[in-house]
């Protein structure tokens, strides 16, 4: 059974600031997105890994180990999220890939066993996706005031990798319209189950200028391999 992993490493990172797109950034000495690679290619469920790229960063891309060594191909992105994960599905379609874990290459934190807990999800359901419960209190605000509350009861903290049967996300991606958040949207507006897999609140999206230090504290804090 062939697992692909997709990582989307196209977007601007605008919300991070800094010299260069947060994926590309140092993380405890080593880019962002590398750190990202290595955890998938240290899986031993997933047997091909794709980087989707903005054009831009291409020749740093190619200056990745994985990537100069051929064990891991590129794929330009999109506009968009979804879109970039579109082109990379597209690019494995006709490839006998039969799952496909969709995972943002700004979650570098991610664990060996989400990856493998996300693997075996695939038999029981034809999509899974990893999330974390919402331990806070939600309002709604308005011009620096609380303007409503919103129950929490039932509402999930989205995470990735996002896994799919790839026949099925593919063609979900294909009837999709564009602009969807994540896959799992993606999967349910095409009439996909998708189970919820328990996430790890230590798999963080570097979003924002604080997320570097938090994830290198979380990443010095690691036991040593
Ligand atoms: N057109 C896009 C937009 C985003 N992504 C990727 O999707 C993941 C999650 O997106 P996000 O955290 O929003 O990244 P950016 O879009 O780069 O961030 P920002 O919104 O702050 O610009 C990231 O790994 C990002 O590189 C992508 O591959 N292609
Ligand atoms: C895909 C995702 O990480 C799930 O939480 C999230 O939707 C990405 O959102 P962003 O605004 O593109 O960072």
Redesign the pocket.
Known sequence: MTTAAI??????????GGDL???WQLLAGQPV?AR?LAAFRAAPGVHRTLL???PDDRARAEALPDVAEGAVELVE?????D???RNALEALAGRGVKHVLIH????PLVAQALIARMIEALDASPGAAPAVPVSDALWRGEGGRVVGTQDRTGLFRAQ?PQAFRFEAILAAHRAHPGGAADDVEVARAAGLEVAIVEGCEDNL???YPGDFARAERLLTARPAP
């Open positions: 990582i989307v490493a196209a977007g601007r990172g605008t919300r991070a797109p947060k994926q997105v990202t989707v790229i903005h992105g999109g506009a968009s999220r879109a970039s994960v943002d290459g700004a979650r990735t999206k570097v979003t």
